[in-house]
C-alpha cells in the first residue's frame, strides 16, 4: 500500500510540486513523470526502457476491441489489458502523449522567468513565464545535439545549453551558438527550441504533447473540460491554497483504479465511514464527453447517532462532487475542502496517486483541517486494499470481462468507451 510522506514544509522549489523529490533530482526541483517512475531495476526487467510505438501500438490496440455504447449490452474491457506490458506502453502514446496532463503548479511559474523543468511520457521539457508574462512550454531538449537547454527550477533571463552554451530567450528563440562560425546554410530561426502546448486552469499548469502537431484533434483544455470549470465553482477552490500533499504506491494498474474511482457501487462495502456521510440512494453519476461528475447530497445528522458525524449540516447545496477527467486525474470537492488526486501509471501492474488537499489558508492551522485529511487517507487505504486485490483477481484464468450495473456503472462505463476510442485513435 505504502503512503509516502507528507511534505507541508519544504524549500520553495519542492512545496509546489506535484510530488516527492526522487533520488537524483536537481535544485530540489521534483517533478512528475509519466514515462518509467519505477527504480531502475524494476524498468529493466520489464524491459520497457525505449519502446517501440510503432510496434507497441499495434500490439497493443489489436484486441481492445469497442465497449458497446448501450451499457445495458456492453461488457466491460477485457482483463489483458490491465496486465500487459504492451499495453502499458502503448497506452503511453495514444493516451497520455494526446490528452492534457497536469505537470505542475501556477506558483512555479508566478512571475517573467520563473521556469521548472519536468517529463511526459519520457519528453524533457521546460515550462517558463517569458518576458512578457506569457506561459510557454518546450522539449528540453538544445537543437544542436540534444543538450539540457535548462535544469532544475527557478528564473532566467535566458537558458544555456550545459552540453555546448547554445543559448535560447523565454520564447524558445536561438540568441546563441557557439563556435558555429562558417557553418553553410545555418540559420538561428530553424533552430528554435520545439513547443508544447501548455494551458493554465485554477492554481494547475497542463501540457498536451498531441496539441502542437499539425492536423491533431486535440481540443483546447478548457473546451474539453466542458461544464466542469461551473460545477467546481461552487466549493470556492480558486480562493483555497495547498495543505497537504501525500504520495501512495499501489500495486494495480492505473485503469484498476480509475475503474474503482467512477462508481459508488462498492461504498457500502468497502467505505462505511463515508457510506455514512452520504446518502447512498440519491448518489448520481453523471458522464460527460471528456468527463464523469458523481455526486451525492450529505447525509447530515440523524436521529439515533450515537457518534458525531463528520458532516453534521445537510441542505440544498451541500454535496459531495467527484470529478475524474479523463484519463488519469481528479476533483475531490467537499463542503470544506478540495483535494487533486492524480494517477501515474508506472508500471503495467503499478501505480502512484497522488493526493494534494487544498483548504482555505484561514483554515489550515484548524484540527478541521488535519480531520479533513485524516479523512480522506482512510478512504484512499480502503480504495488502495481493494485495488490491489482486484488487480492479482485480473490475472486468474477463471477471469476474462464483467458486465456493467445499469444503475450503478454508468462511469466505468464511459470511462471503458473514452478509453477504447483513443486506443483505436478516434
Same mark, same amino acid.
Given at each position: 500500500?505504502?503512503?509516502?510522506?507528507v511534505?507541508r514544509r519544504?524549500s520553495?522549489?519542492?512545496?509546489?510540486?506535484?510530488?516527492?523529490?526522487r533520488?537524483?533530482?536537481?535544485?530540489?526541483?521534483p517533478?512528475i513523470?509519466? @514515462?518509467?517512475t519505477?527504480p531502475v531495476?524494476?524498468?529493466?526487467?520489464?524491459?520497457d526502457?525505449?519502446?517501440?510505438?510503432?510496434e507497441s501500438?499495434?500490439?497493443?490496440?489489436?484486441?481492445?476491441?469497442?465497449?458497446?455504447?448501450?451499457?445495458a449490452?456492453?461488457?466491460?474491457?477485457?482483463?489483458?489489458?490491465?496486465?500487459?506490458?504492451?499495453?502499458?506502453a502503448?497506452?503511453?502514446?495514444?493516451?497520455?502523449?494526446?490528452?492534457?496532463q497536469?505537470?505542475?503548479?501556477?506558483?512555479?511559474?508566478?512571475?517573467?522567468?520563473?521556469?521548472?523543468?519536468?517529463?511526459?511520457v519520457g519528453?524533457?521539457?521546460?515550462?517558463?513565464?517569458?518576458?512578457?508574462?506569457?506561459?510557454?512550454?518546450?522539449y528540453?531538449?538544445?537543437?544542436?545535439?540534444?543538450?539540457?537547454p535548462?535544469?532544475?527550477?527557478?528564473?532566467?533571463?535566458?537558458?544555456r545549453?550545459?552540453?555546448?552554451?547554445w543559448?535560447?530567450?523565454?520564447?524558445g528563440?536561438?540568441?546563441g551558438?557557439?563556435?558555429?562560425?562558417?557553418?553553410e546554410?545555418?540559420?538561428?530561426e530553424?533552430?528554435?527550441l520545439?513547443?508544447v502546448?501548455?494551458e493554465?486552469?485554477?492554481?494547475f499548469?497542463?501540457?498536451?504533447?498531441?496539441?502542437?502537431?499539425p492536423?491533431?484533434?486535440?481540443?483546447p483544455l478548457?473546451?474539453?473540460?466542458?461544464?466542469l470549470?461551473?460545477?467546481v465553482?461552487?466549493?470556492?477552490?480558486?480562493g483555497?491554497?495547498?495543505?497537504?500533499?501525500?504520495?501512495?504506491?499501489?500495486?494495480?494498474?492505473?485503469?484498476?483504479?480509475?475503474?474503482?474511482?467512477?462508481e459508488?457501487?462498492?461504498?457500502?462495502?468497502?467505505h462505511?465511514?463515508l457510506?455514512?456521510?452520504?446518502?447512498?440512494?440519491a448518489?448520481?453519476?453523471?458522464?460527460?464527453?471528456?468527463?464523469?461528475?458523481q455526486?451525492?447530497?450529505?447525509?447530515?445528522a440523524?436521529p439515533?447517532d450515537?457518534?458525531?458525524?463528520?458532516?453534521?449540516?445537510t441542505g440544498?447545496?451541500?454535496?459531495?462532487?467527484?470529478?475524474?477527467?479523463?484519463?488519469?486525474?481528479?476533483?475531490?470537492?467537499?463542503?470544506? @475542502?478540495v483535494?487533486? @488526486?492524480?494517477?501515474?501509471?508506472?508500471?503495467?501492474?503499478?501505480?502512484?496517486?497522488?493526493?494534494?488537499?487544498?483548504?482555505?489558508?484561514?483554515?489550515h492551522?484548524?484540527s478541521a483541517?488535519?480531520?479533513?485529511?485524516?479523512?480522506?487517507d482512510?478512504?484512499q487505504?480502503?480504495?488502495?486494499?481493494?485495488?490491489?486485490?482486484?488487480?492479482? @483477481?485480473?490475472r486468474?484464468?477463471?477471469?476474462?470481462?464483467?458486465?456493467?450495473?445499469?444503475?450503478?456503472?454508468?462511469?466505468?462505463?464511459?470511462?471503458?468507451r473514452?478509453?477504447a476510442?483513443?486506443?483505436?485513435?478516434h
Amino acid at each position: 500500500m505504502g503512503n509516502g510522506p507528507v511534505e507541508r514544509r519544504a524549500s520553495s522549489c519542492a512545496r509546489r510540486t506535484l510530488r516527492s523529490p526522487r533520488a537524483g533530482s536537481r535544485d530540489g526541483c521534483p517533478d512528475i513523470n509519466l @514515462n518509467l517512475t519505477a527504480p531502475v531495476s524494476a524498468v529493466e526487467s520489464s524491459g520497457d526502457v525505449s519502446p517501440n510505438y510503432s510496434e507497441s501500438d499495434s500490439m497493443a490496440t489489436k484486441d481492445v476491441g469497442s465497449v458497446d455504447s448501450d451499457i445495458a449490452q456492453a461488457w466491460t474491457l477485457p482483463s489483458h489489458l490491465y496486465t500487459e506490458p504492451a499495453t502499458f506502453a502503448g497506452e503511453k502514446e495514444r493516451i497520455f502523449a494526446r490528452s492534457w496532463q497536469i505537470v505542475g503548479h501556477r506558483d512555479q511559474v508566478a512571475n517573467p522567468g520563473d521556469y521548472f523543468t519536468t517529463e511526459l511520457v519520457g519528453e524533457p521539457l521546460v515550462i517558463v513565464r517569458d518576458g512578457g508574462g506569457k506561459l510557454r512550454g518546450f522539449y528540453n531538449v538544445c537543437r544542436h545535439r540534444a543538450g539540457p537547454p535548462a535544469e532544475g527550477c527557478g528564473s532566467r533571463k535566458l537558458f544555456r545549453c550545459g552540453y555546448h552554451g547554445w543559448t535560447y530567450g523565454l520564447d524558445g528563440s536561438l540568441l546563441g551558438a557557439t563556435e558555429f562560425e562558417g557553418v553553410e546554410g545555418f540559420r538561428p530561426e530553424d533552430f528554435a527550441l520545439v513547443p508544447v502546448q501548455v494551458e493554465e486552469w485554477f492554481s494547475f499548469v497542463f501540457v498536451n504533447l498531441n496539441a502542437a502537431s499539425p492536423g491533431n484533434d486535440s481540443r483546447p483544455l478548457r473546451e474539453s473540460l466542458g461544464e466542469l470549470p461551473g460545477q467546481v465553482e461552487k466549493f470556492h477552490f480558486a480562493g483555497m491554497k495547498l495543505f497537504e500533499r501525500r504520495t501512495y504506491d499501489m500495486k494495480c494498474n492505473w485503469k484498476t483504479y480509475v475503474d474503482n474511482y467512477l462508481e459508488g457501487y462498492h461504498l457500502p462495502s468497502v467505505h462505511p465511514g463515508l457510506n455514512r456521510e452520504l446518502d447512498f440512494n440519491a448518489y448520481v453519476v453523471e458522464p460527460h464527453a471528456e468527463y464523469v461528475r458523481q455526486f451525492s447530497p450529505i447525509r447530515g445528522a440523524q436521529p439515533g447517532d450515537t457518534t458525531p458525524r463528520r458532516y453534521p449540516e445537510t441542505g440544498a447545496d451541500l454535496t459531495t462532487d467527484y470529478f475524474w477527467i479523463f484519463p488519469n486525474w481528479m476533483l475531490n470537492c467537499y463542503p470544506d @475542502n478540495v483535494s487533486l @488526486n492524480i494517477v501515474l501509471p508506472v508500471e503495467a501492474e503499478r501505480s502512484l496517486a497522488i493526493f494534494e488537499w487544498y483548504l482555505p489558508e484561514k483554515d489550515h492551522s484548524s484540527s478541521a483541517a488535519k480531520a479533513s485529511v485524516e479523512f480522506s487517507d482512510q478512504i484512499q487505504v480502503e480504495d488502495v486494499g481493494i485495488c490491489e486485490r482486484v488487480q492479482k @483477481n485480473l490475472r486468474s484464468r477463471s477471469y476474462s470481462s464483467g458486465r456493467f450495473s445499469v444503475k450503478q456503472e454508468k462511469g466505468v462505463h464511459a470511462f471503458h468507451r473514452m478509453y477504447a476510442d483513443a486506443m483505436k485513435g478516434h
